[in-house]
């Protein structure tokens, strides 16, 4: 079973910066695809980023040109660059693994990082 903790959140002023880790153990890393997700309160978490064991990277409309999602299969790690941060990106954010299963493990998630975006 792997094991995610994620890191790097915190409270930041609309156009700043941050950047997540994620660190994954006791499992297979590259073969997987990554994903970042986030969770609102009182909202369904939602799928940000993506990027797959080739590299390839998607992200939703709204983070798009914003956010940039990358891997390091040696460190076991999956980062989320964060520019030009807004306040409706304020949530928890979490990491997994195959992001696009349709239904992902609820024993299978990290406790994720607060980002919080204000004045």
């Known amino acids: 079973q792997v094991q995610l903790v994620e890191s790097g959140g915190g409270l930041v002023q609309p156009g700043g910066s941050l950047r997540l880790s994620c660190v994954a153990s006791g499992s297979i890393f590259n073969i997987y695809a990554w994903g970042w997700f986030r969770q609102a309160p009182g909202k369904q978490r939602e799928l940000v980023a993506v990027i797959t064991n080739g590299g390839s990277t998607n992200y939703r409309d709204s983070v798009n040109g914003r956010f940039i999602i990358s891997r390091d299969n040696d460190k076991k790690t999956v980062y989320l660059q964060m520019n030009s941060l807004k306040p409706e990106d304020t949530a928890k954010y979490y990491c997994?693994?195959?992001?696009?299963?349709?239904?992902?493990?609820?024993?299978?998630w990290g406790q994720g990082t607060q980002v919080t975006v204000s004045s």
């Open positions: 997994n693994k195959e992001p696009l299963r349709p239904n992902i493990p609820s024993g299978s």
